[in-house]
């Protein structure tokens, strides 16, 4: 009986896994949502009590992992909590509370779930595979102009609503995949494309997902990332042998030399000769106008309002007298008592001011150091494949986190924390 609610608690943890990616889009509303993450979660959690029940000593050894390799997260659940006692006003604290805790508590009880190499490969082959159906999806975005309903620009989602006109036509051939929108998921690609290198061996399969994930980056122009992916591809050498360094080495300056070439030429050039098509125009426009804007330092309306966001996130945190504002209130504030004008956002858009404007400056320092943890405990496993992953995913992701509107909903980064957890405590006992 024992072996038995074992597999079934695994079967059903790697079920929850999976459907955190994709199961937004397919939802059940009973009063509230139903997803199949919610779901298998519930069960997952029933059958790791019995399991804590039946097995003597497995509720021990899931306390010991999740001090030993989850402490950040126990600290970011107790003063979730602890911020409580000074919360403003509490319209939006249920949702966001809930949201947060039901994530810790994922990432955390996978320490109980995860228990050898082979679990922890099924991890990496499932987040391989939702890579491959997002690509997918991605393309079928870019052909059909259609969406899938997580998307925001799903015409159920602006048809008939106040904010349509920001909704600009060219914008429904940009691929958001399961996200809601472009940014999201090219930082989602930017955590994925290291996992994809190393653990991938056959190359059939490797290079068609990488250069796929590398062509949606530059065609949604999500900028934070697009430098997210240089710093990745500079530091990819020094994790690779002279043999690979000899073809890419050369291959990423031609790369780099290209780009700044075709750069030149999109600023330098209204509408290209050779683009016939009405919607490629559109698009090619979009594209020009960001990088105008970029080249030229201009702040188009988007620039301004994330500086808006992060201006007032941050007077936010002083208001706070360092203690951060606490679960729920960021977006109370930005909503309705906004410094600066900030149109209709209630996310600051950059994860290293929601740490520290929700949570406070010791959440902060403890983030700092749980990176710096992850980071240390790759180097010392170096020569693992999937330590090289780890780190030039973080790197990645030290640019990209500024891209998605909040990253404490953002369920790849706890996906990604769990494979890390699992990995620390699998591989590098």
Do not use: C
Not at 422 to 428: A, D, P, R
């Amino acid at each position: 009986m024992l072996l038995s609610i074992s597999n079934l608690l695994k079967s059903s943890y790697f079920l929850t896994f999976f459907f955190g990616f994709i199961g937004q889009v397919f939802y059940i509303k009973l009063g509230i949502a139903i997803s199949p993450f919610r779901a298998f979660f519930i069960i997952t959690l029933i059958l790791l009590l019995l399991k804590f029940l039946l097995e003597e000593g497995s509720f021990y050894n899931f306390l010991k992992n999740s001090l030993k390799y989850g402490w950040f997260l126990l600290i970011l659940l107790f003063w979730s909590y602890l911020s409580l006692l000074w919360a403003i006003d509490w319209q939006y604290v249920p949702t966001e509370l809930s949201n947060l805790t039901v994530y810790i508590l994922f990432s955390l009880i996978s320490l109980a779930i995860i228990e050898n190499k082979r679990d922890f490969k099924i991890l990496i082959y499932i987040w391989i595979f939702v890579f491959f159906l997002s690509i997918l999806v991605a393309f079928w975005e870019i052909l059909t102009a259609n969406h899938l309903i997580t998307s925001q620009y799903h015409k159920s989602n602006y048809v008939n609503n106040k904010f349509e006109t920001f909704i600009v036509y060219t914008k429904v051939f940009i691929p958001t995949s399961f996200y809601g929108n472009q940014n999201d998921f090219s930082t989602y690609i930017i955590l994925s494309l290291p996992i994809i290198f190393f653990m991938i061996k056959n190359y059939f399969i490797k290079l068609p997902l990488i250069f796929s994930g590398i062509f949606i980056i530059f065609y949604v122009v999500s900028r934070a990332n697009l430098i997210g992916l240089f710093f990745q591809s500079l530091f990819l050498p020094f994790f690779m042998n002279k043999k690979f360094n000899l073809i890419y080495v050369p291959l990423f300056i031609f790369t780099t030399i290209f780009s700044i070439y075709t750069l030149y030429y999109i600023k330098t050039t209204s509408y290209p000769e050779f683009i016939k098509d009405e919607r490629f125009l559109r698009f090619y426009a979009n594209i020009r106008n960001k990088v105008i804007t970029t080249l030229q330092a201009k702040k188009d309306f988007s620039t301004i309002i994330r500086e808006n966001l992060y201006k007032s996130s941050f007077e936010y945190f002083l208001d706070s007298k360092g203690l951060g504002v606490g679960v729920g209130q960021l977006s109370y504030l930005l909503e309705n008592k906004p410094k600066y004008y900030v149109f209709y956002f209630k996310d600051p858009h950059n994860f290293y001011l929601e740490i520290l404007t929700k949570f406070g400056i010791f959440v902060f320092l403890a983030y700092i150091l749980f990176l710096i943890y992850i980071v240390l405990n790759a180097l010392n496993s170096i020569s693992n494949p999937f330590s090289k992953a780890i780190i030039l995913s973080i790197i990645g992701f030290l640019f990209g986190s500024i891209s998605p509107y909040s990253l404490i909903l953002f369920y790849p980064l706890w996906a990604f924390i769990v494979i890390i957890m699992n990995y620390f405590k699998v591989e590098l006992k």
